[in-house]
Nanobody, 120 residues
Framework: QVQLVESGGGLVQAGGSLRLSCEAS????????MGWFRQAPGKEREFVAA????????RYPDSVKGRFTISRDNAKNTVYLQMNSLKPEDTAVYYC?????????????WGQGTQVTVSS
């Protein structure tokens, strides 16, 4: 089992920045690919970012590319999501996830989520 706890969400004005953190415990953090997802009210869960075990490979959808950056610190068992130039449409609950395959789905473990609200 891997336990994931997100933090860093909050209320920010459009154009602002937030950094989300997700701390893992349980099994060896560096054995897992990590991802960030989000879900807005009434919408399906959406892939936001993923990072390989070593941190050398990242993936983003076009909707956040150039604005969001995923990173990880394996010594701290933590993955981060730096979000810049935030837009009201970025408002959602953000979840981190751990899995075995670097991709946009098929993650095995999920955190409880942290709310991000971007005001216009």
């Amino acid at each position: 089992q891997v336990q994931l706890v997100e933090s860093g969400g909050g209320l920010v004005q459009a154009g602002g920045s937030l950094r989300l953190s997700c701390e893992a415990s349980g099994r060896t953090f560096s054995n897992y690919v990590m991802g960030w997802f989000r879900q807005a009210p009434g919408k399906e869960r959406e892939f936001v970012a993923a990072i390989s075990r070593s941190g050398g490979v990242t993936r983003y959808p076009d909707s956040v590319k150039g604005r969001f950056t995923i990173s990880r610190d394996n010594a701290k068992n933590t993955v981060y999501l730096q979000m810049n130039s935030l837009k009201p449409e970025d408002t959602a609950v953000y979840y981190c996830a751990a899995g075995k395959i670097l991709g946009i789905k098929d993650y095995d473990y999920w955190g409880q989520g942290t709310q991000v609200t971007v005001s216009s």
